[in-house]
């Protein structure tokens, strides 16, 4: 049970009008302090978070006025409620202008004050819930921008859309770094859910003890140093979304117990006897193959068919290059910060960021993209000094790395003289035309060099 009983300080100098208002607040299940002065109600608030003040204006010392000041300072989202002595509406809108909620004019009937101070935490919550709406709707426009426009990545863009709005569970699948947790996210944030949490979890991160505690919360006493009760994070992602990441690493008991949750959505807080019932839709990842590990007995199969209701396969990044340019401007922009001079790739960089194979994926060329451009400080081009060693010399390997072997075939003869062409080229390129040292750059001899070119322009 959260604890909902709102704290309440309650400032008025006349010893039985306070009285008597604080325990009818009382009765109406506020938990009251009562303060005498302005002095004794700053000095309460300041070893004690209270949720609402409520304090008469006019005071001796201290005047109201300034405990409200003083009171909305210290915490910002306090209701503050202040009482007029004499209908005087003019000090009522100066304590307003210091952040006080609202005001009730002496002499009132409780019931006026309980009214007012109903409808200023009902705004506040607005308020509050506002401001977290904001803030995913910030996030929203952030990650719904999941970068992509190579073919694997609009076909999953199509599965996105149709499975954001429902409810089923989703399995994320796809190497490290390819951006697993940003489509969780995405699809969190354009689904039905979008208003209420996204609360995420990586199972692998988590020592065993401790994960079944963090995944379903705990009463006190449940284990040593389980001072009070907590929720887990199932309960953090009531009616909005739980992601499970790295899935894979779960226990057999805890896959039994999640399995649970997904059947019956409900569960127990370790050393609970009473069962939780939850409403969340649950997204996992693994980048280890579940199916390979219900195989050879390693993962619950039930739980893997649970689990697996739409599967989402996200493609490693060397598969798609296409995407990389694009990835390397957002990330070009996020690292600049809003700088205003342009800095650019060079080409030859681009083509080595290219060919890289990225076992890091997309992580990795963000890691590559924010380096860069602190090596390139005062620089108006990033070049490939600039990425990293193994990016720089991506280059050697490219060709085999990046071919695939298309459905239908390819010419491989032509194919080669491509390759060739291409390197002779850039040889040229990078040595200003000395064939020399273009042959040295490709560990030819200098008429072999010069016979390749002759051939491949001129292909008989
Ligand atoms: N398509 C994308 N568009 C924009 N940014 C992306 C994209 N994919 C990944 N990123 C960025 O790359 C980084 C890694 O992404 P994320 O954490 O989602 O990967 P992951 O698959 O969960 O990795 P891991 O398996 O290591 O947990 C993040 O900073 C994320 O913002
Ligand atoms: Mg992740």
């Known amino acids: 049970m959260p604890d909902t009983t709102k704290h309440l300080l309650l400032v008025e100098d006349e010893a039985p009008l306070r009285q008597a208002i604080a325990d009818q607040l009382g009765d109406r299940g506020y938990h009251v302090e009562q303060a005498e002065s302005g002095e004794a109600a700053i000095a309460r608030l300041a070893d004690f978070a209270f949720d609402i003040i409520i304090t008469d204006l006019r005071l001796p010392g201290v005047d109201g006025s300034a405990v409200i000041e003083a009171a909305v300072a210290r915490y910002p989202d306090i209701i503050a409620i202040v009482v007029t002595g004499y209908g005087t509406v003019k000090d009522a809108v100066e304590a307003i202008k210091r952040g006080a909620s609202d005001f009730v004019s002496k002499p009132f009937q409780i019931d006026e004050l309980l009214h007012v101070l109903g409808s200023s935490v009902e705004q506040r919550r607005l308020k509050s819930e506002n401001a977290y709406l904001r803030s995913q709707l910030e996030e929203r426009y952030r990650f719904e921008g999941v970068i992509g426009k190579s073919r694997p990545m609009a076909r999953l863009f199509q599965l996105l859309e149709t499975v954001a709005p429902t409810n089923s569970t989703i399995l994320i699948t796809g190497e490290t770094g390819t951006g697993k947790e940003v489509v969780a996210r995405a699809i969190h944030l354009n689904g039905p859910r979008r208003m209420h949490r996204f609360v995420a979890l990586n199972c692998s991160a988590i020592p065993e003890t401790l994960l079944e505690a963090e995944l379903f919360g705990h009463v006190r006493g449940a284990f040593t140093g389980a001072v009070g009760n907590r929720q887990g994070r199932l309960e953090q992602a009531h009616r909005g979304t739980v992601f499970l990441d790295e899935v894979g690493t779960m226990s057999a008991a805890l896959q039994m117990k999640l399995l649970r949750v997904l059947q019956e959505r409900e569960f127990e807080r370790v050393g609970d006897s009473h069962t939780t019932k939850v409403d969340v839709r649950v997204i996992a990842a693994t980048n280890s193959d579940l199916a390979r590990m219900v195989a050879e007995g390693q993962f619950r199969e039930d739980l893997f068919y649970r689990l697996n209701v739409i599967p989402v396969h996200l493609p490693p990044l060397r598969e798609r290059k296409e995407d990389i340019p694009l990835l390397v401007q957002h990330f070009l ?47 108006t081009q990033i070049d490939v000094g600039d990425l990293p060693t193994e990016v720089q010399k991506a280059q050697e390997t490219a060709l085999t790395t990046a071919v695939t072997l298309p459905e239908d075939g390819l010419d491989l003869d032509a194919f080669i003289a491509d390759i060739e062409r291409d390197l002779i080229q850039r040889s040229l390129e990078r040595t200003g035309g000395n064939k020399g040292k273009a042959a040295r750059l490709l560990n030819l001899k200098r008429t072999t060099l010069v016979e390749k070119l002759k051939r491949l322009s001129s292909p008989e």
């Open 333 to 379: 922009a996020i690292f600049r910060n809003g700088a205003t001079t342009s800095l650019t790739v060079s080409q030859e960089a681009m083509r080595r960021l290219m060919s890289f194979s990225w076992p890091g994926n997309v992580r990795q060329l963000e890691n590559a993209v924010e380096r860069a451009v602190a090596l390139s400080a005062g620089r």
